[in-house]
C-alpha cells in the first residue's frame, strides 16, 4: 500500500496514505528487514525513506501472493508480508 520511487542516490522513497503503515515500516527491524529481502533480490543497497502523502492511493496496485511473486518461497517475504498482516482497510 505504498507508492514506491527511486531517486538516483539509492535512496527508495515510499508514500503511504496513512500513518499507521509509515511508522510501522519505520520500525528498525521491519526497515533492516525490507532492505535485505531488496539487496537479496536485486543486488542493490538501498536506504529506506518513509513518508505520508495523502494523494497517495491506499488501494494496492496488485495482490499477488508471495508465492506467485517468487516461486521458490522467501521467509524474509512471509515475514514482510506478517508485519502489515491480511485484513481490510476501514475508511
Do not use: W
Not at 520511487?5 to 496513512?18: M, Q, R, S, V
Not at 519505520?26 to 542493490?44: F, M, P, W, Y
Not at 543497497?45 to 518513509?50: A, K
Amino acid at each position: 500500500m505504498a507508492e514506491p520511487t527511486f531517486g538516483e542516490d539509492g535512496t527508495l522513497t515510499l508514500a503511504f496514505a496513512f500513518a499507521f503503515h509509515q511508522k510501522r515500516l519505520n520500525d528498525t527491524k521491519h526497515r533492516q528487514l525490507l532492505a535485505g529481502v531488496i539487496e537479496e533480490i536485486s543486488g542493490q543497497t538501498v536506504q529506506i525513506e518513509c513518508i505520508v502523502d495523502k494523494t497517495v492511493s491506499s488501494t494496492p496496485a496488485a495482490e499477488v501472493p508471495l508465492e506467485q511473486a517468487r516461486p521458490e518461497g522467501n521467509g524474509a517475504l512471509s515475514t514482510i508480508s506478517n508485519i502489515f498482516g491480511g485484513g481490510e482497510l476501514l475508511e
